[in-house]
């Protein structure tokens, strides 16, 4: 059954070929209000999880990772080794180092020994060998862009390993990357709760529920409309914002279930006429809209505007324009806590899509995102949201401050995530929100640079071994006396695509920046002296 087949109305459905898996564990059909109920019975086991179990790093656990990305493939297409971004979560490897915690990791296909042993050997205080004896690997040799969750649910014997290898259903949850009605009906076939937005509750993940959920906070936004379905809707939209501002020199046009924001386009307004802007707009559109994706067509673009929905927004001018996020998590219990900030690092045609973030904030802004996102936080937690959460801005100075607009919300874990949580599990630090500084238990504070996006096409290549191998003899690896140091991720996409992620920790903001730098040039050096001896062999190709 392929991805395509489970699209309905825009969001994740499981259809009737995995009933007969159904019928075989005894569970409801997916989609049926049986499985709703269900769902919303094992989530009452996350309550009393979270109050009981989840405070005592010593309490017996087991955690279920499923990190799929469970997102339109035609979107997904557009991340060169995406394939390889199941890695992401290998952060929740940290989490053996809570003695009685069991973790299960399921990917698509399996992974390499070498990167799970590699983050097994950054464990603080324990040994691999105790952390290896409760980590169970399990994969799905499966290869396809179809989400890991389906995957697995097409696989009832899977299903029951997986069933299997859990010591105790009351003490047990599944986290995943994002939830959909696929990750829902896993959560119900194996019996424990979901730590992630119910897929009910999710519209505000989308960008047309963000700015109606932005209204409700009270957080300013840009100018613009929601829930669009059609060229005819994006050009009375593009019409009203012009009619508006007769100075508005652009826009911005987003698809709502957008990634990384590779489901943008930027629209030129410029000579524009005074009258009959609608027709002009009609007539041009086409010709002045600039994707953000490598590739994007018209065609393709209106298509998925159809399917799935979209916006548009006045696009924020201004010197010095900056894009901070704030992360934020929503407990069972309905606490709504601030967990980081970020100043994000945008790329792209239109400088929209995600290269990576520095973390903290701006000393000048922090705090005042770090509030604007607690407050659509509250929103969230009450239209049932609970879970991670992240609020994009987009900050412009403004006298002698800085004025802000709310973008989007992720529902979902996102590109800061598993930096910041990385930096928790290997420094045992914590967050204070009082000054939004990172504090590792010493009292000194700590920094960080990251980025899912370090390319070159010499790296291609280079093993798992190799960039180990490179990083302890250049000094990069990370140091746990002295908390500073590199950490990689995506790791499995090096060899073959020269990408790979990497996370720079420091004192400062500028060490963090200049560890970066010297890792690039580090591994650029490298590379150009395996771009030698691959000169050798080109007679084969």
């Known amino acids: 059954m392929r991805y395509s087949d489970v699209l309905q109305a825009g969001s994740l459905a499981l259809h009737h070929p995995v009933e007969p898996y159904s019928r075989a564990l005894d569970a409801p059909s997916p989609l049926s209000d049986e499985e709703i109920a269900a769902f919303n019975k094992l989530q009452e086991k996350l309550t009393r999880q979270f109050r009981d179990i989840f405070p005592d790093p010593r309490a017996p656990r087991c955690v279920v990772v499923v990190p799929s990305l469970s997102i339109a493939p035609e979107l997904l297409a557009k991340i060169d080794g995406v394939q390889f971004y199941e890695e992401r979560m290998l952060f929740a490897l940290m989490l053996l180092r809570l003695p009685r915690t069991r973790l299960i990791y399921v990917t698509s296909e399996p992974l390499a020994p070498s990167i799970v042993d590699y983050y097994l050997n950054l464990l603080p205080g324990v040994p691999v060998n105790h952390a290896k004896s409760r980590l169970t690997l399990l994969s799905c040799f499966d290869g396809s862009p179809d989400p890991l969750a389906l995957k697995v649910l097409e696989r009832p014997r899977l299903v029951q390993r997986i069933r299997e290898a859990i010591p105790d259903p009351e003490t047990c949850h599944l986290t995943v990357f994002n939830a959909t009605n696929l990750e829902r009906t896993l959560a119900v076939r194996l019996g424990i709760p979901l730590y992630a937005c119910d897929p009910g509750h999710c519209r505000a993940g989308t960008k047309s529920g963000s700015r109606e959920a932005f209204e409700k906070a009270g957080i300013a936004m840009a100018p613009g409309f929601e829930n669009l379905h059609s060229v005819d809707d994006v050009v009375d939209a593009l019409t009203r914002l012009k009619e508006a501002d007769p100075a508005l020199r652009r826009a911005v046009v987003k698809l709502d279930e957008g990634v990384s924001g590779e489901g943008n386009a930027v629209v030129d307004l410029t000579n524009a006429p005074r009258s009959g802007i609608r027709d002009w707009m009609a007539e041009n559109l086409p010709k002045r809209i600039r994707f953000e994706a490598k590739g994007e067509t018209w065609e393709a673009y209106t298509r998925e505007m159809e399917r799935m929905g979209g916006i548009v927004e006045t696009w924020i001018e201004g010197e010095n324009k900056r894009s901070p996020s704030m992360q934020g998590r929503i407990t069972p219990l309905g606490d709504v806590a601030v967990v980081s900030t970020h100043d994000q690092v945008l ?170 730098r010297d890792t690039v040039e580090v591994l650029d050096r490298e590379a150009e002296a395996q771009e030698e001896a691959r000169a050798h062999c080109a007679v084969y190709r």
Request: aromatic share 12%.
């Open 347 to 516: 790329g792209g045609p239109n400088g929209q899509v995600f290269l990576g973030c520095s973390f903290p904030a701006d000393s000048a802004y922090r705090l005042e995102i770090q509030e604007a996102g607690r407050l659509i936080g509250e929103v969230l937690r009450d239209q049932g949201v609970i879970g991670r959460y992240g609020v994009d801005f987009i900050s412009v100075p403004d006298g002698d401050g800085w004025k802000h607009y709310a973008i989007e919300i992720n529902v979902r874990k996102g590109g800061t995530t598993h930096p910041f949580l990385m930096l928790q599990f290997l420094t045992d630090g914590h967050y204070d929100t009082r000054t939004g500084l990172y504090q590792h238990p010493s009292g000194g504070p700590l920094a960080y640079y990251a980025s899912d996006n370090v390319v070159n096409p010499r790296y291609r290549g280079f093993t798992p071994w190799d960039l180990t191998d490179i990083a302890i003899n250049q000094g990069l690896h990370f140091n746990s006396a002295t908390q500073q140091g590199v950490v990689f991720h995506l790791i499995g996409a090096l060899s073959e695509f020269g990408k790979l992620g990497v996370l720079c920790i420091s004192d400062t903001q500028e060490n963090a920046w200049q560890l970066y």
